[in-house]
């Protein structure tokens, strides 16, 4: 699964260098919002956390209504796991750093309006580790049992007018974890993002 999805990455990656200017629009930009994740599967009670992503993105614009679109994101996700201390509800923060890298088909079926749809190989950095009663500490990927690589499909709906966007974003499934018993506890995460684009 993880070889066709690298390829179907190379092939729409190959698709943005090699068409002709003569067919296509070029055209890049800064993007920059907040992330909402958390973890999905049996893994305990869990609540979202909150989160950043700025990178910049690449577009081929096909005619009028179809676009291809790279990202290059810095992005943070992670969750809230309740647990306990003492007896007393205790907060646990795990905060995995990610170079996000979605690759979209774009559909403006109206002016301004779009929705989008892709893959995004998110590649992890390191992760921040803190409670109300623990130092922040960061720690590697490996260390934290965090896949080096997770894939994870990614949707979206947004509008622009003139260089500025606006859109939300959900990146559903995509498998955190390497070391978990996967038919026991399915760790995944989802992530819902509101984001910001300005074109140059």
């Known amino acids: 699964m993880k070889k066709i999805i690298l390829l179907l990455v190379a092939v729409a990656t190959l698709s943005i260098c090699s068409i002709s200017e003569s067919n296509a629009q070029f055209s890049a930009g800064l993007r920059v919002g907040f992330n909402a994740s958390k ?116 949707t979206g709906v947004g509008y622009e007018f003139k260089k500025v966007s606006l859109g939300v974003r959900a990146a559903f499934a995509g498998t955190s974890y390497s070391t978990f018993n996967a038919s026991t506890y399915n760790p995944k995460t989802l992530t819902l993002m509101a984001t910001f684009g300005f074109k140059f």
Do not use: C, W
């Open 39 to 154: 973890y999905t599967g049996n893994v305990g009670a869990n609540r979202f956390v909150p989160g950043v992503h700025i990178g910049a993105y690449f577009r081929v614009a096909i005619k009028t209504k179809y676009r291809i679109q790279a990202d290059v994101l810095f992005s943070t996700k992670g969750a809230v796991t309740v647990g306990s201390l003492n007896g007393s509800p205790e907060k646990y923060y795990g905060v995995p750093f990610y170079i996000d890298v979605p690759v979209m088909f774009n559909y403006k079926p109206v002016a301004g309006l779009y929705v989008e749809a892709g893959v995004q190989p998110s590649f992890a950095l390191t992760q921040l580790n803190f409670s109300a009663n623990t130092s922040s500490q960061f720690s590697s990927p490996s260390a934290n049992n965090l896949k080096a690589v997770m894939f994870s499909p990614i």
